[in-house]
T-cell receptor, first 112, second 111 residues
């Protein structure tokens, strides 16, 4: 395993509530990513970070914000969860010279 | 949008070679072909990548055509644990470029 954990692993929440997902790494990698995966789709990029306090939007960033105050943690926040954000969320990391991205185990979020 | 085209599903007998095709006719000269797989809702796992030469590692072989418009991932002796969705991805040679996933090929290895 590449030293990536995600928390929580499962969460059920109600529409309109705020939700924060955490990705934690022990590899000291510079780059971190949040993807979501829905049935019938491959993974789609939400946001990514290329360093502490440096982030950028991905393909499906609407309704999501991120923060990275230290190298090891990358937080994904849904300010007001909607049913369309029901999904499996994957975090990934990569180093400066890596050819690979390493993925976490995923967080299954259900918004009712 | 993904820059690759893959068949949605394939079957392979256990112990036989699994050959997974991928078309990437718009690939540019500085883009590599990467393969990842995702086993039953786990996070995707890197398999192999290449530019123009054939590549082999402990998991698989990658054959890229001379014009680089298509490639084939080969699992030489497929096992039941190779059942997964396989993604072919074209990207610049950089560990930090975000991955753009298509829908992949669902490989079922049958006993």
């Amino acid at each position: 395993d590449a030293g990536i954990t995600q928390s929580p692993r499962h969460k059920v929440t109600e529409t309109g509530t705020p939700v924060t997902l955490r990705c934690h790494q022990t590899e000291n990698h510079r780059y971190m990513y949040w993807y979501r995966q829905d049935p019938g789709h491959g993974l789609r990029l939400i946001h990514y970070s290329y360093g502490v306090k440096d982030t950028d939007k991905g393909e499906v960033s609407d309704g999501y914000s991120v923060s990275r105050s230290k190298t090891e943690d990358f937080l994904l926040t849904l300010e007001s969860a909607t049913s369309s954000q029901t999904s499996v969320y994957f975090c990934a990391i990569s180093g400066l010279r890596d050819n690979e991205q390493y993925f976490g185990p995923g967080t299954r979020l259900t918004v009712t | 949008d993904a820059k690759t085209t893959q068949p949605p599903s394939m079957d392979c007998a256990e112990g036989r070679a699994a050959n997974l095709p991928c078309n990437h006719s718009t690939i540019s000269g500085n883009e590599y072909v990467y393969w990842y797989r995702q086993i039953h809702s786990q996070g995707p796992q890197y398999i192999i990548h290449g530019l123009k030469n054939n590549e082999t590692n402990e998991m698989a072989s990658l054959i890229i055509t001379e014009d680089r418009k298509s490639s084939t991932l080969i699992l030489p002796h497929a096992t039941l644990r190779d059942t997964a969705v396989y993604y072919c991805i074209v990207r610049l040679y950089s560990g930090n470029t975000p991955l753009v996933f298509g829908k992949g090929t669902r490989l079922s290895v049958i006993a």
